[in-house]
């Protein structure tokens, strides 16, 4: 008999399950979608793999959740249990019998926030966003330039606070909440957001980062007979030996890596 190796045996994380998502609160007419995952796909990134395959790239992520319903047929007892973004909905179907399982998306509150986005697109004047009170500046210029399907990173662009009665702007930190910002504002009609362009950006550059050091004296003697040399020796003035001194102190001065 033939002798024949068995197959690899790959991790569980890189097999393929499908999943079934309701998703009825992104259009009426949606009543779920089958996606393809691996057990390592988490809630967020089935949240954005549906916002992707329906086209609603400038919806905020942030808004949406997981739920998972589990039936106990027996008991006739269903449990709703709400999912953590770093769960993976895979492992916890594979825990159930078939079909005693379901997941759901849901929405959570949110708030609605202007910006004044000319930068991003000439003939625009602002963009009026839903977003969650736990969306970041960074999270918020992401769906901005979705909007406009832009290639441009992030880091390119900062959101700012204006006031106009104080004639005043502030720039907020990537990770602040525009929508809590927006909170405390007393008088909204005299604040808004405006996002703009870092002048100062620069690209970090691919290849590795080599420092700049110094170079290096060396002594280029060239070998001379004995009596030159000595007649040389002779007739070197006491200037030129302190010369030699300080060109070795400078030399042990140097950083060696």
Known sequence: MEDRCPPPMHPIQFYQTTIKVYARCL????EYKTLSITFQTSCREVVTSLLNKYRMRHR???LFYLTMEVTVRKAGVRTVLVLDEDARPAVLQSC???GDSRFLLQTRRGGLVKIYDS????????KS???SDRTTVDELIQILLNCYNSKERVEQFSLYEVCRSQEYQRKLHPDDCPLSVQH???SPNEFHFLIRRNLDFRPRRKGPWTPELPSIPCSSRQSQPATSQQSSLQNETPTKSLSNLSSYADYENYFYI
């Open 60 to 62: 905020d992520p942030n």
């Open 119 to 126: 930068v991003l697109m000439s003939g625009s004047q602002y």
């Open 184 to 186: 405390c504002w007393t």
């Open 96 to 98: 159930h019998p078939r």
């Open 129 to 131: 966003l839903l977003i």
């Open 27 to 30: 259009r009426p007419d949606i």
